[in-house]
């Protein structure tokens, strides 16, 4: 699995989007990109995962660029609850459970 | 929600004596995962299953062992419990999507003391 890099802190001002950047240069073509987020000291939580082009849920949007070499992941009204560890992960669709790694991530503190 | 629950939630034991924490799913899910959680290290896989008695080892697999006897069960066994098995350990299943990638959804975690 391609190896992710990810800033290690961003604040945010609450109700201002809260743009999280992650890089993934060495993806392969059939590789997905996975947002996760981990609030502290709960279970991480999937919120959303693309493959080539631009994807939005009710959570967040998925920007992912056009060489899929980077991708960032938007959340539009960032809230108090939204502060939490954001994981970037590059994964097969049907990789071994081992390739599923999560690295350290961001932490995105959304302030008052 | 995804149907994971993780029992117990919190324990404290002494080394040497073993440990059972278990995962219990309700929607028939294949794949399930064990992973620990440290300050440093983040979520590391310690066992995999994919199916009813059909079990896999991940990255730090030494000190634990699993069991599936049912479906809808993974249980994570310590034999004898050490000091650096004290950790926050959640269960996860794989779900699949339209899109045909997988995703998984955590249970709400087990946190271990281990004296």
């Known amino acids: 699995d391609a190896k992710t890099t990810q800033p290690p802190s961003m604040d945010c001002a609450e109700g201002r989007a809260a743009n999280l950047p992650c890089n993934h240069s060495?993806?392969?073509?059939?590789?997905?990109v996975y947002w996760y987020r981990q609030i502290h000291s709960q279970g991480p939580q999937y919120i959303i995962h693309?493959?080539?082009n631009n994807e939005t849920n009710e959570m967040a949007s998925l920007i992912i660029t056009e060489d899929r070499k980077s991708s960032t992941l938007i959340l539009p009204h960032a809230t108090l609850r939204d502060t939490a560890v954001y994981y970037c992960?590059?994964?097969?669709?049907?990789?071994?459970?081992?390739?599923?790694?999560f690295g350290s991530g961001t932490q995105l503190t959304v302030l008052p | 929600d995804a149907g994971i629950t993780q029992s117990p939630r919190h324990k404290v034991t002494e080394t040497g004596t073993p440990v059972t924490l278990r995962c219990h799913q309700t929607e028939n899910h294949r794949y399930m995962y064990w992973y620990r959680q440290d300050p440093g290290h983040g979520l590391r896989l310690i066992h995999y299953?994919?199916?009813?008695?059909?079990?896999d080892k991940g990255e730090v697999s030494d000190g634990y062992s699993v069991s599936r006897s049912k479906t809808e069960d993974f249980l994570l066994t310590l034999e004898s419990a050490t000091s650096s098995q004290t950790s926050v350990y959640f269960c996860a299943i794989s779900v699949g999507t339209i899109s045909g990638a997988n995703v998984l959804t955590f249970g709400a975690g087990s946190r271990l003391t281990v004296l």
């Open positions: 060495t993806i392969s073509g059939n590789e997905y």
């Open positions: 992960i590059v994964r097969v669709a049907s990789g071994s459970a081992r390739q599923l790694t």
């Open positions: 693309g493959l080539k």
């Open positions: 299953s994919y199916g009813v008695k059909d079990t």
